[in-house]
């Protein structure tokens, strides 16, 4: 089934239920018709495109991507944790 935007509030017949503007509601293409007539119904949704799916080779590469980013992470931590062991010394011996 279809879907649409609605663009005037109505009342479900088959519910008995408002339907607020803005909603979206599923008609076939009889519902439709009457709908359209009654001009309460407004564009189609179009559904949205499923990503496809990840072969597994990609998921290994991007995990192999993924650990050597954390590994130069843990490398620029450890520069840094010298580094500011070095400005630490520094600070006492001037004292």
């Given at each position: 089934?279809?879907?649409f935007i609605v663009k005037n509030q109505f009342e479900d017949v088959t519910?008995?239920?408002?339907?607020?503007?803005?909603?979206?509601?599923e008609a076939d293409a009889e519902?439709?018709?009457l709908l359209r007539a009654a001009d309460v119904i407004g564009k189609e949704v179009q559904p949205v495109a499923?990503?496809?799916e990840k072969k597994e080779a990609d998921s290994k590469e991007?995990?192999?991507?993924e650990k050597v980013g954390d590994e130069a992470g843990a490398d620029?931590?450890?520069a840094q944790d010298k580094s500011a062991a070095?400005?630490?010394?520094?600070?006492?011996?001037?004292?």
């Amino acid at each position: 089934m279809k879907q649409f935007i609605v663009k005037n509030q109505f009342e479900d017949v088959t519910s008995g239920e408002l339907v607020a503007v803005g909603s979206i509601i599923e008609a076939d293409a009889e519902r439709e018709i009457l709908l359209r007539a009654a001009d309460v119904i407004g564009k189609e949704v179009q559904p949205v495109a499923k990503e496809p799916e990840k072969k597994e080779a990609d998921s290994k590469e991007a995990e192999a991507a993924e650990k050597v980013g954390d590994e130069a992470g843990a490398d620029d931590e450890t520069a840094q944790d010298k580094s500011a062991a070095k400005r630490v010394k520094a600070s006492k011996d001037e004292k």
